[in-house]
């Protein structure tokens, strides 16, 4: 592999929820441009292996890094860790999330809170801890993960689309706080991507989506992962507080 190939070589990413999916893709896309990836997991450590093993086969490098993102404490112990045994965090992608669908009536107290807390909640705190190595190293680079949901919307996902539109909402405004320490924060907003995620989804409502995406197909996870791995690289440095839509034409 060339060296121009490797824009990222010598630079540490942690990448959350990256055990599967879209994580997953960004953790080894992220790998094969040279940084070392931290895999961020909750509970299933033999996905999270399995995804360094990939990177390392591939000729990357990587460590497990095992914390909830929607817990008050781990993700600030956790990142402050690699930070520290890394000597540096170069790159942040906020990309643990789920969906908790369920129509406005009926919705559960619990499943609003957890909702928030693992996505909004999640990005804020990994953010808060990583922007003190970045903002000492006068350099950083964090990337969220929203959805085309935020600015669509989507009946049933009240929740989940509160709290992309907030990630976004959150984006822009940490793009402001932190562009004087060279830290560039934008998002990436898939449409209907192919993963467990969507996979989850009942086949009428898989085919009415395919009718309203003009590209005709869902987006697969590499297509996810090469605008963030854009957004990560050092020639993305003029460019923050976007919100990079990969959805195949369905919102604009
Ligand atoms: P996924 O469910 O396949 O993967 C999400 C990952 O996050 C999983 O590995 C899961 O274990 C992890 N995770 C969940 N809660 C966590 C927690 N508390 N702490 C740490 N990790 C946790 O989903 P995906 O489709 O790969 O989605 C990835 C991101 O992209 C999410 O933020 C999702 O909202 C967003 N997104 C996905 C789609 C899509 O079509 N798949 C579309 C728009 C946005």
Redesign the pocket.
């Known amino acids: 592999m060339s060296i121009e190939a490797r824009p990222l070589e010598g630079q540490v990413a942690l990448v959350?929820?990256a055990?599967?999916?879209?994580?997953r893709a960004v953790a080894r896309a992220l790998a094969q441009r040279g940084a070392f990836v931290a895999i961020?997991?909750?509970t299933?450590v033999d996905a999270a292996r399995s995804c360094l093993a990939e990177i390392e086969e591939a000729g990357g490098q990587g460590g497990l890094c095992p914390f909830?993102?929607?817990d008050a404490e781990a993700p600030a112990n956790a990142i402050a860790a690699l930070a520290k045994e890394q000597g540096r965090l170069d790159i942040l992608v906020n990309?643990?999330?789920?969906?908790r669908d369920g129509l406005l009536l009926r919705y559960r107290e619990e499943d609003w809170q957890r909702t928030l807390e693992?996505?909004l909640g999640?990005a804020f705190r990994c953010s808060r801890v990583a922007a003190r190595t970045m903002a000492r190293a006068r350099y950083g680079r964090i990337v969220n993960?929203?959805?085309?949901v935020a600015s669509m919307g989507n009946a049933g996902q009240a929740a989940y689309a509160a709290t992309k539109a907030g990630l976004e909402g959150m984006t822009r405004a940490l793009a402001r706080e932190l562009a004087s320490r060279s830290i560039t924060v934008n998002a990436v907003a898939?449409?209907?991507?192919d993963?467990?995620?969507?996979a989850a989804l009942p086949e009428e409502a898989r085919a009415a989506y395919l009718a309203m995406i003009p590209l005709g197909r869902l987006g697969s996870t590499p297509e996810v992962a090469a605008a963030v791995g854009f957004l990560v690289s050092p020639e993305a440095s003029y460019v923050t507080g976007h919100v990079l839509a990969v959805n195949g034409g369905l919102y604009t």
């Open positions: 959350t929820g055990s599967r999916g879209i994580g961020n997991y909750r299933d909830d993102v929607g990309n643990a999330g789920i969906t693992v996505n999640g993960l929203s959805s085309v898939p449409g209907f991507i993963t467990e995620m969507t």
